[in-house]
């Protein structure tokens, strides 16, 4: 079955970076587009951006373009979200998301989220 | 960018009971790109409902979607006690992806 799993959680300081990982399972990789979806807490969803695993193309909401990196690594199945200059309201969990065949943007499969607290 | 607007914020209903919630967009979507999630306390969104009114795979036959063009509706037909959670609704009709603030759906 398909599986999205997330890196554990991160304690940053203000100003550093840092880098998510997610690895996929059960389906062809390169097949679908990995989303970034990040919640603070008691908040909604907020998408933040998308890259195709085979081609390594991206997009960003424009408030993260600048400051967020996605990389993949197709030998592993790993999509990577990087972001620096963290700030205490980056404060948040961050899950990457992937549609299904023909669907896009309609996300079937989540990984676990991975919680960042940028905390000095 | 495309506003969704749910509503109710919170819902207060009993098991057994029908829940109807609502999601409006702030300009006219496709309802091929309108979807519904469910989220639980410390899980990740679950798809409910994707095209506007389309089941996800193993969504029991409960929870139904419709509307057009503005205007989105969710509908639990019979509450059960699983069902108290968060839901939200989301576009990806239009650059970038947006979802709603989301609707409480609480236990009376």
């Known amino acids: 079955q398909v599986q999205l799993v997330q890196s554990g959680a991160e304690v940053k300081r203000p100003g550093a970076s840092v880098k998510v990982s997610c690895k996929a399972s059960?389906?062809?990789?390169?097949?679908?587009?990995i989303n970034w979806v990040r919640q603070a807490t008691g908040q909604g969803l907020e998408w933040m951006g998308w890259?195709?695993?085979?081609?390594?193309?991206?997009g960003f909401v424009a408030k993260f373009q600048g400051r967020a990196t996605m990389t993949r690594n197709t030998s592993i199945s790993t999509a990577y979200l990087e972001l620096s200059s963290l700030r205490s309201d980056d404060t948040a969990v961050y899950y990457c998301?992937?549609?299904?065949?023909?669907?896009?943007?309609?996300?079937?499969?989540w990984g676990q989220g991975t919680l960042v607290t940028v905390s000095s | 960018e495309i506003v969704l607007t749910q509503s109710p914020g919170t819902l207060s209903l009993s098991p057994g009971e029908r829940a109807t919630l609502s999601c409006r967009t702030s300009?006219?979507?496709?309802?091929?790109?309108l979807a519904w999630y469910q989220q639980k306390p410390g899980q990740a969104p679950r798809l409910l409902i994707y095209?506007?009114?389309s089941r996800a795979p193993g969504i029991p036959d409960r929870f139904s979607g419709s509307g057009s063009g503005t205007d989105f509706t969710l509908t639990i037909s019979r509450l059960e006690p699983e069902d108290f959670a968060v839901y939200y609704c989301?576009?990806?009709?239009?650059?970038?992806?947006?979802f709603g603030q989301g609707t409480r759906l609480e236990i009376k």
């Open positions: 989301q576009q990806y009709g239009g650059s970038p992806i947006t």
């Open positions: 059960g389906y062809t990789f390169t097949s679908d587009d």
């Open positions: 300009q006219s979507l496709s309802s091929t790109y």
């Open positions: 095209g506007a009114s």
């Open positions: 998301a992937r549609g299904f065949p023909g669907r896009p943007g309609d996300f079937l499969h």
């Open positions: 890259m195709n695993p085979k081609s390594g193309n991206t």
